[in-house]
């Protein structure tokens, strides 16, 4: 079946530096659904990306979706405390239900 | 508009005992899941429901049942709890599942002693 893979488990930085978290899939999709989940809340939709080689930006936040439409990348440039959190990706193949994969956990020292 | 709403919000459980958890949403979304959530790792489909009276197993179906008798509830049913099915329970709903936005519930915390 479809797998997603999530780099990295976890990522610690300090306020103000950069953070990525990339998502890999094994099969080609349809599109691809950004979260965010705060500590001790529930899972949040930020941003879908459709189309091949898309980029799509929210503030400080960059999403990217690979050309093959098997990967996907979300940037945060200089990071704040209010970034702190799990960023899960969820594919979408073509044809069955979406698979989320296990998540970036991000804190941020101060 | 509630948008998901779960109850309860925490329960804890001793071995062997059932429970059930029910989700509603009221935004008249066709598609709504289970899914569990455990320390350090992602959110696995547990059953999903395409619509009123429909129901279909996830990735990790078993020792759950569930049910979609109205369209805006879905419940979730554990009949004899494990101590491995401690866990955080989320629901969510879709316009469908073609790509549309999954809204997720505030979670469940079930501990099974």
């Known amino acids: 079946g479809q797998q997603v893979m999530q780099i990295p488990q976890y990522q610690h930085v300090q306020e103000g530096e950069d953070f990525t978290t990339y998502c890999n899939s094994s099969t080609t999709l349809s599109n691809i659904q950004w979260y965010k989940q705060r500590p001790g809340g529930h899972p949040v939709f930020l941003i879908q990306l459709v189309k091949s080689g898309e980029v799509k930006k929210q503030k400080r936040l960059t999403f990217q979706f690979g050309e093959a439409k098997k990967n996907s990348s979300l940037h945060i440039t200089a990071t704040q405390t209010t970034d702190v959190g799990t960023y899960f990706c969820a594919g979408y193949p073509n044809a069955g239900k979406s698979t989320f994969g296990d998540g970036t956990t991000l804190t941020v020292k101060p | 508009n509630a948008g998901v709403t779960q109850t309860p919000k925490f329960r804890v459980l001793k071995t062997g005992q059932s429970m059930t958890l029910l989700c509603a949403q009221d935004m008249n979304h066709e598609y709504m899941y289970w899914y569990r959530q455990d320390p350090g790792m992602g959110l696995r489909l547990i059953h999903y429901?395409?619509?009123?009276?429909?129901?279909a197993k996830g990735e990790v179906p078993d020792g759950y049942n569930v049910s979609r008798l109205k369209k805006q509830n879905f419940l979730l049913g554990l009949e004899s709890a494990a101590p491995s099915q401690t866990s955080v329970y989320f629901c969510a709903s879709s316009y469908n599942a073609g790509g549309e936005t999954q809204y997720f519930g505030p979670g469940t915390r079930l501990l099974v002693l």
């Open positions: 429901s395409v619509g009123e009276g429909t129901t």
